[in-house]
């Protein structure tokens, strides 16, 4: 597996420009693919850490106009992206070329880590942002052959199968949303489980998942 890590700056981007701002580090994950009323959507979790965390994120919900923002927590920005609205990202990869960590943005640019099986791939990715978006800057700082560390999220791969099921229907029913679109109760009759249930499955589950996401957005 080819792996190359390369540093990007690009127009348009709410969070690039909040970094260059705010002395601020921001990792972003995919975390599923879910529909809702006949509609694909992305869910996504973006981390804020630095000094200025506070007032990043209250800034970037604020300019984060494109997307849905499904709850803050902490340092944790949960919003989902639909399908149909391609970010800077799924404009550019494909199925030869994927993600192998999550991506860092700080001081005004993305750092991305992307695997391919052959070389070649990595290169047409460099040249086709260098061809479609010649305003955008992108540098490769590395390219090596290695086995990449994860393909699966240690986050998600920690929690039992019922933990995740209702994990993941409770981000894609918005439970999490402020305002919430759905209560316990109703989350619980969905599921076909007790509010009781529903409630202890789900704080096991955040108890798993914030921890390890924080893992796996530090790591290097």
């Known amino acids: ?25 921001a990792y972003s994950v995919y975390l599923n693919v879910f529909t809702r009323k006949g509609h694909s959507h ?21 300019v984060m106009k494109r997307y849905r923002i499904v709850r803050v927590q902490g340092n944790y920005i949960f919003f989902t992206i639909p399908i149909g609205t391609l970010s800077y990202h799924t404009s550019f990869l494909d199925e030869n070329v994927f993600f192998v960590k999550p991506f860092r943005i700080e001081g005004g640019y993305e750092y991305w880590t992307v695997a391919s099986w052959d070389k070649n791939n990595i290169h047409r990715l460099l040249r086709n942002i260098q061809r479609d978006d010649p305003h955008s800057k992108v540098d490769l700082l590395k390219l090596k052959q290695e086995p990449p560390e994860s393909f699966v999220p240690d986050a998600m791969a ?40 529903v409630r202890e499955h789900l704080r096991k589950a955040e108890a798993k998942v914030l921890p390890a996401a924080t893992e796996q957005m530090v790591r290097e």
């Open 42 to 62: 992305i869910s996504k979790v973006m981390a804020i850490h630095g000094k200025d965390a506070k007032n990043a994120i209250t800034e970037l919900v604020r």
């Open 1 to 25: 597996m080819w792996v190359a890590e390369l540093k990007l700056w690009h127009e348009g981007s709410e969070i690039l420009e909040i970094t260059k701002k705010y002395d601020v580090t």
């Open 158 to 197: 920690r929690l039992g199968t019922v933990q995740s099921r209702v994990l993941q229907d409770a981000i894609a029913s918005e439970y999490y949303g402020y305002p919430r679109k759905v209560s316990l109760k109703e989350l619980a009759k969905r599921l076909h489980l007790a509010p009781a249930t």
